[in-house]
Every structure is written in structure tokens, then in C-alpha cells.
């Protein structure tokens, strides 16, 4: 069983386009994040939810808007696609009440390639 | 705010070898630590990890690392490398800052091992 599951994983798409990307962990996790991983490999954290609530919020164009319907879910919307937002967008989830695993479990990635 | 460092951008090793992977940390309190290997075209996978207790932190795959207080460094370590080892190495800091965990990664070190 996939823990962290993220779809899809490839994603090409023209300038402009709105798109969205799924992340679901079935871990019973209650805090899930997404990290952003630029073409020079370096990794950064964008948003994390704990239980459906924002609870860290990077600078990050509001064209990117995460969504979190319950908290084994957390979307990662996309308006107005840019060149720079080419990345590999990873989903990763920790259980909150223990700090020593602050996203363990990640993901296997979203590639996206904006043209 | 917490951070760490991986000097090196790529290190490469010979088959059989010992290899060690760089990591310097800057944090205020304790540091939890961490180590995460990226295989070509896949997700980021957990190694390990140093919370508290002996210095020497066994891992998956046989990797090892030391933390080391006095030198601020947490770097990897295998006894024989493979080439099956050649991957992207992350080294990453758990920030707390305003009481949410998220993970604070270092640049990345790709690590060639050559046959």
C-alpha cells in the first residue's frame, strides 16, 4: 500500500493553463506539506495543513492554492502557469503530535513542465 | 533560523570504498537531523535520523551517520559503497518555528559510485 500518493505524476502543460495536483496519505497523519523541488534539485517547503487548517504558508505566488478537504487529502491548485513554476512538486505527511517526524513519508513527486 | 550546509556538490567513490556525504548544521536548540536519498526519477526516501542519544545513527540501505556537536556536522556514511548508491543525498534540519514542524534541506550532494 502506497502511504503517500500523489497524482499525477507527470504534468506538461502550456503558459497560462490552471492546473491541479492530488496528494492523499493513509497514514492517519494529521499534518501534510508540499515541498518544491527547483531545476537545480534544490528543495523548499510551501504549505503545510495540519486537520484541514493552513498552518504554514511560505512566500508563494497566491497563484498556487492548496486545498485540503480532510485532512488524509491536500491538493495543490495552480492558477495562470508560468516557465519558472516547472518543478518537481512533492507531498509529504508527518503525525503532528510527534515532532520528530516532521515529513517522513513523501511522496514519489509531480513533474511538471510548463511550455 | 535553522539551516544546514552540503559543501560538496558531487562526490564521487570507487565500488568497495568508504563514502562520506557532508552536512553542516546551524540551529538553535537541539538539532534534529535527518537524511534523505533520491534515486534518479523517483520520490525522496527517509534514511535516518539523529534525535537524541548515541552519536552513531544507523540507516537504511547500511548507511550510518555521526552527529558531531562540537563540529556541528552530521555527515553520512557507508562502510563499502555500491553502485546502486548513486543518487541525490539530502541533508535536512527540523524547524520549529512558530510551532509547526517542517523540514529545512540542504542543496543536495550527488554521490557517483563508480564499478
Known amino acids: 500500500d502506497t502511504a503517500v500518493s500523489q497524482t499525477p505524476k507527470y504534468l506538461v502543460t502550456q503558459m497560462g493553463n490552471d492546473k491541479s495536483i492530488k496528494c492523499e496519505q493513509n497514514?492517519?497523519?494529521?499534518?501534510m506539506y508540499w515541498y518544491k523541488q527547483d531545476s537545480k534539485k534544490f528543495l523548499k517547503i510551501m504549505f503545510s495543513?495540519?486537520?484541514?487548517?493552513?498552518?504554514i504558508n511560505e512566500t508563494v505566488p497566491n497563484r498556487f492554492s492548496p486545498k485540503s478537504p480532510d485532512k488524509a487529502h491536500l491538493n495543490l491548485h495552480i492558477n495562470s502557469l508560468e516557465l519558472g513554476d516547472s518543478a518537481v512538486y512533492f507531498c509529504?505527511?508527518?503525525?503532528?503530535?510527534?515532532?520528530?517526524?516532521?515529513?517522513?513519508?513523501f511522496g514519489q513527486g509531480t513533474r511538471l513542465t510548463v511550455v | 533560523a535553522q539551516s544546514v550546509a552540503q559543501p560538496e556538490d558531487q562526490v564521487n567513490v570507487a565500488e568497495g570504498n568508504p563514502l562520506t556525504v557532508k552536512c553542516t548544521y546551524s540551529?538553535?536548540?537541539?538539532?534534529?537531523l535527518f537524511w534523505y536519498v533520491q534515486y534518479p526519477n523517483r520520490g525522496l526516501q527517509f534514511l535516518l535520523k539523529?534525535?537524541?542519544?548515541?552519536?552513531l545513527v544507523k540507516g537504511s540501505y547500511g548507511f550510518e551517520a555521526e552527529f558531531n556537536k562540537s563540529q556541528t556536522s552530521f555527515h553520512l556514511k557507508k562502510p563499502s559503497a555500491l553502485v546502486s548508491d548513486s543518487a541525490l543525498y539530502f541533508c535536512?534540519?527540523?524547524?520549529?518555528?512558530?510551532?509547526?514542524?517542517?523540514?529545512?534541506f540542504g542543496a543536495g550532494t550527488r554521490l557517483a559510485v563508480h564499478p
Open positions: 509529504a505527511s508527518s503525525p503532528r503530535i510527534n515532532p520528530s517526524d516532521p515529513g517522513r513519508d
Open positions: 497514514l492517519g497523519h494529521d499534518t
Open positions: 495543513y495540519n486537520n484541514k487548517e493552513l498552518i
Open positions: 540551529v538553535s536548540g537541539n538539532p534534529y
Open positions: 539523529y534525535i537524541t542519544g548515541d552519536n
Open positions: 535536512a534540519v527540523r524547524d520549529l518555528s512558530g510551532g509547526y514542524n517542517k523540514l529545512i
